[in-house]
């Protein structure tokens, strides 16, 4: 396999019963063997994209002193600047070369029930949190549809994970991996690391620089066509499928030398449950060649875990 299988979500949103089979089975022996995928027919339009790369490039050009007025110990990084080489991989040192936003969960009411930090709004840039809204609904309904498909392949409900991510701690990073100045020393743009989450759609892997790694331990080019978003199974479906669905590594390497001087951006969703989700391995998924893996926690506190480990919360 020299990339990851292209799909067409548009199958799956058919009356067809035969092309809503055939996504369903794709998706999910994908999410089994590389644990990666490369989706068409999504709900995030072509100007939308465009349109938030416009507004996070403004973003990131503006001085250090008012990018720093957004970054907020109080929100655990959660929502708006996290600054450069502040992030690191679980179980490394060396910060990650890159400098990131982060749009959360909107509400259209108050948020009584839910203990999300509120959304950071930039002055500056008035247009950069209007396209966040929007790119951060498109994304939350394309996983949503994905959930769907993964739910029948895992043969529950079609609904099933509905309750757990309308609503959910979902998070829109930004990412800008700025020009390399100088020979990295053990950095790389995006360590080889696992995501913490239920799915990612990642927008901006139409380039090389993404890499996963697949079963023989070979690290593979991701690249997705202009109108393709990647989407990856995070560690938290890893674990709810006693590992049944793969998370898989992947890391962003750093550019040939002549290319140190051009910054990339890239914008995954990070799709989250609630918090009180109990991430427990599903019955269906245990058996005597499977037995459990994994004691039982809620999604709260093995996301609370993780943070600590990448360097982005303290230990309360």
């Not at 063997?33 to 709900?43: A, D, Q, R, T, V």
């Not at 959360?104 to 950071?120: L, M, R, S, T, V």
């Not at 380039?207 to 978003?229: F, H, P, R, T």
Request: with cysteine.
């Amino acid at each position: 396999m020299s990339n990851i299988p292209s799909l067409n979500l548009s199958n799956f949103l058919s009356s067809n019963n035969e092309l809503k089979r055939d996504f369903v089975k794709k998706t999910g022996k994908a999410f089994q063997e590389i644990g990666f995928l490369s989706l068409k027919g999504h709900f995030l339009s072509k100007n939308s994209s465009e349109n938030l790369y416009n507004q996070i490039k403004k973003f990131f050009d503006l001085p250090k002193n008012i990018k720093n007025k957004y970054e907020f110990d109080g929100v655990k990084g959660q929502r708006g600047y996290t600054s450069f080489g502040k992030e690191h991989a679980k179980g490394k040192k060396e910060g990650d070369l890159k400098e990131f936003w982060h749009f959360g969960q909107y509400f259209e009411k108050d948020q009584i029930n839910f203990n999300y930090p509120k959304n950071i709004i930039i002055d500056e840039i008035p247009e950069f949190n209007t396209i966040g809204l929007e790119t951060y609904k498109a994304l939350e309904k394309t996983g949503l549809y994905v959930l769907r498909a993964i739910a029948l392949f895992l043969n529950l409900e079609e609904n099933h994970f509905d309750t757990y991510v309308v609503d959910g701690n979902s998070i829109l990073r930004a990412i800008h991996y700025p020009p390399i100045k100088e020979e990295p020393k053990k950095a790389v743009r995006a360590a080889a690391h696992g995501d913490i989450n239920l799915i990612t759609l990642l927008m901006g892997a139409h380039g090389k620089g993404l890499q996963v790694k697949n079963n023989q331990g070979e690290w593979i080019d991701a690249i997705a066509e202009k109108d393709e978003i990647v989407i990856n199974v995070g560690d938290m479906l890893s674990r709810y499928t006693n590992n049944k669905l793969k998370s898989t590594i992947h890391r962003v390497v750093n550019p040939p030398k002549k290319y140190w001087n051009k910054s990339r951006y890239s914008i995954p969703f990070f799709l989250h449950p609630k918090g009180s989700m109990n991430l427990n391995v599903l019955e269906n998924c245990i058996d005597t060649n499977n037995p459990k893996k994994y004691k039982d926690i809620t999604a709260h506190d093995f996301l609370t875990n993780r943070l600590v480990d990448i360097g982005v919360m303290k230990k309360s």
